[in-house]
């Protein structure tokens, strides 16, 4: 019997491919060693969004070698997208490497360990597998109330700054009936929440042979008895319909909380981005929304520092931010990514502009998400309980709107719904008690 240990690096879909990775292993006899330096097989899976986290995996990368320099029979396995942007590459910069696969491969995990077994050579597959999205994979999550579950795999956007077209392929949806098949698989084992998954849900349901679409798929998970609360990521704002807005409306198992990646509040920008809608389309379909849904949760993602951005465009940037009020923002500085179109833009800044342009919209944001979380103060929210908080002396939870509160309460209430009056507000957290 074998041990793994996986690193994971980057998004919920990187998270979610390990637990999938795990189930298929374990569904293989393998078992989970939570201490990297005992396990036979230690597989990397990795992220290359940005610059940083391919500096991360490859710092990682040279500590496993140094473990594999005292114990030679361990087994180093690349996953992910570095594996699918680099392939074979990998082996030339780091030979000790065993095993290289791409996301969309890891249903051949048992039999490239099988190759691998009977084979000295390194084992590289990257072709990916085009019926991917129609198959069960085992999955052993990590947490116990909360479930991601992909709907669909690639991306067909091709944003200028982008690599998850090039590496996690075409736009393909998981048919609705497996998606509903697994939510409900997930209440019979106590599940209360699911976020769906995909690079870009609101367009679910294209290529598929049925007429469907991602408002569609909301109804009908929404529709599983037993599931409490049902989130989604990531919306790309050129597909957020009307009828996605009812949606959020009229289900009331979907959580008022939206990510709507805005990336920058300048249309020139956006055009350079390629992100195919403008600042007054994007804040149109945020009044529609907010009429709809008055007290939704927005989130998005900034990127500052894009090639050509000048010192006008950021201040357009900044002053979206002033406009919508989100409630909590990712930033990012521009990254140069292999094989991207905005590579051989003209402009590009330096470090020294996009730290400071960072520095100033994080600075803008704190102060926002401080405020809109103050104003819920006194308010009552309905809190899932998932835990304890991380001091480990109260409980904490989320609230629809998806902000962790922390209150006193007995921890046989861990896994359920209870309402919560807040009482302070911080920029991270919320406090509250509990009522009665
Ligand atoms: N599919 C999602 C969308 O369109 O919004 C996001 C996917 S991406 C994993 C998450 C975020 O990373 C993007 O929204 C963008 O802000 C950021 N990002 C992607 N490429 C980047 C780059 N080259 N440099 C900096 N940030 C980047
Ligand atoms: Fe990347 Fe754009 Fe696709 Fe999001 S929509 S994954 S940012 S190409």
Redo the contacts with the bound molecule.
């Keep these: 019997m074998k041990s793994f240990h996986i690193i994971t690096f980057g ?1 919920q879909m990187n998270e979610h491919d390990s637990e999938r990775m795990t189930g298929i292993l374990e569904e293989q006899g393998c078992i989970t060693s939570s201490v990297v330096e005992h396990a036979d097989i230690v597989i990397l899976n990795t992220c290359s ?2 610059e940083k986290a391919e500096q991360k995996f490859y710092s990682e990368l040279g500590r496993l070698k140094k473990l594999k320099d005292t114990r030679p029979g361990l087994k180093i396995a690349v996953a992910g997208c570095i594996a699918q942007q680099e392939g074979a590459n990998i082996l030339s910069r780091a030979p000790y490497v065993d095993m290289v696969f791409g996301p969309s491969d890891i249903s051949r995990l048992p039999a490239m360990i099988e190759r691998k077994r009977s084979w000295s050579l390194p084992v590289v597959d990257v072709a990916g597998d085009p019926d991917y999205h129609r198959k069960r994979i085992p999955t052993t999550r990590t947490d116990r109330l909360k479930a991601w579950v992909s709907i669909m795999y690639g ?1 067909d ?1 091709y ?1 200028t ?2 690599v ?1 077209p090039y590496l996690r392929g075409r736009e393909r949806s998981r048919l609705p009936l497996e998606i509903v098949r697994e939510v409900r698989e997930l209440t019979r084992k106590g599940y209360k929440e699911v976020t769906l998954l995909g ?2 849900v609101n367009s679910y349901g294209k290529g598929l042979e049925e007429d469907t679409n991602f408002p569609s798929l909301l109804g009908m998970v929404n529709n599983v008895p037993d599931i409490e609360r049902i989130r989604f990521v ?1 919306s ?1 704002p050129r597909d957020l319909s009307d009828g996605l807005i009812a949606t959020l409306r009229d289900f009331p198992k979907v959580c008022e909380s939206l990510h709507l ?1 805005v ?1 920058s509040g300048s249309n020139d920008i956006l055009s350079a981005m390629n992100r195919r809608y403008t600042r007054e389309v994007y804040l149109g379909k945020i009044k529609r929304l907010r009429e709809a849904v008055p007290h939704i949760t927005l989130t998005t ?3 500052v520092g894009f090639p050509g951005e000048q010192e006008r465009d950021f201040e357009m940037t900044m002053d979206l931010l002033e406009e919508v009020q989100y409630d909590g923002i ?1 930033a ?4 140069k ?1 292999p094989g ?1 179109a905005a590579l051989k833009h003209d402009g590009h800044l330096s470090d020294d502009i996009k730290e400071k342009r960072l520095a100033q919209v994080l600075d803008l944001q704190g102060k926002i998400t401080s405020r809109n979380n103050e104003k819920l103060i006194n308010s009552v929210q309905e809190v899932l309980v998932d835990g304890l908080s991380k001091k480990g002396v109260t409980l904490s939870g989320r609230t629809r709107g998806n902000k962790a509160v922390n209150f006193d309460a007995p921890a046989h209430l861990i896994g359920s719904l209870v309402m919560v009056r807040i009482t302070a507000a911080g920029i991270n957290s919320l406090t509250g008690q509990l009522c009665e």
């Design positions: 998004c969004i940005r991306c956007n944003c700054y982008c998850v690079q870009n990531t790309h990646p990336q993602d900034i990127i990712f990012f500085k521009y990254s990514r991207t």
